[in-house]
């Protein structure tokens, strides 16, 4: 398994389409959402992937406070290798990332309310209401580095 943190500037040409390529995938064929994938934040963020004999099987952006949220953010996580664990072990690695590279102590999300279940696994919790965002339910979640761990 191969771990690759990038910012936008980093990224080649075939790692930008990959990327954007498996996005379209989950979330706009599998999930059937015409949305606006290309929101002009992906220039300021931190791709987070991870490759399983070359092929990327796992995706996540790391955003600056004040750049999508007031709080460092985590956005676009997909899997495409469902159930064998991947999830989590991205979690962990774009946490990381967040500590690392922003120096993030909460780490917010607008997390699908499907995936509740999972990010409270990897030390999220919820913190709003029930909203919806493209037409999709969607709550608000917080990791806070003293309250939890990702131990999924």
């Known amino acids: 398994m191969d771990?690759?943190?990038?910012?936008?500037?980093e990224l080649s040409v075939e790692e930008l389409y990959e990327i954007m390529q498996a996005r379209a995938e989950v979330f706009v064929v599998e999930q059937n959402c015409a949305y606006q994938d290309l929101d002009g934040v992906?220039?300021?963020?931190?791709?987070?992937?991870?490759?399983?004999?070359g092929k990327l099987v796992a995706y996540l952006r790391v955003i600056d406070k004040?750049?999508?949220?007031?709080?460092?953010?985590?956005?676009?996580?997909i899997s495409l290798k469902r159930h064998a664990g991947l999830g989590t072990k991205l979690m962990k690695i774009g946490l990381e990332a967040a500590k690392?590279?922003?120096?993030?102590?909460?780490?917010?999300?607008?997390?699908?309310?499907?995936?509740k279940p999972f990010y409270e696994g990897c030390g999220f919790q919820q913190i709003s209401g029930e909203y919806?965002?493209?037409?999709?339910?969607?709550?608000?979640?917080l990791y806070d580095k003293t309250a939890g761990a990702c131990t999924r």
């Open 100 to 115: 690392e590279k922003f120096g993030a102590t909460k780490v917010k999300i607008g997390a699908q309310l499907y995936a």
């Open 42 to 53: 992906d220039k300021e963020a931190y791709h987070v992937w991870l490759k399983e004999d």
């Open 66 to 77: 004040g750049k999508r949220l007031d709080e460092v953010s985590i956005g676009r996580v």
């Open 3 to 9: 771990v690759f943190v990038k910012r936008f500037d």
């Open 132 to 141: 919806l965002e493209d037409g999709i339910p969607h709550i608000y979640m």
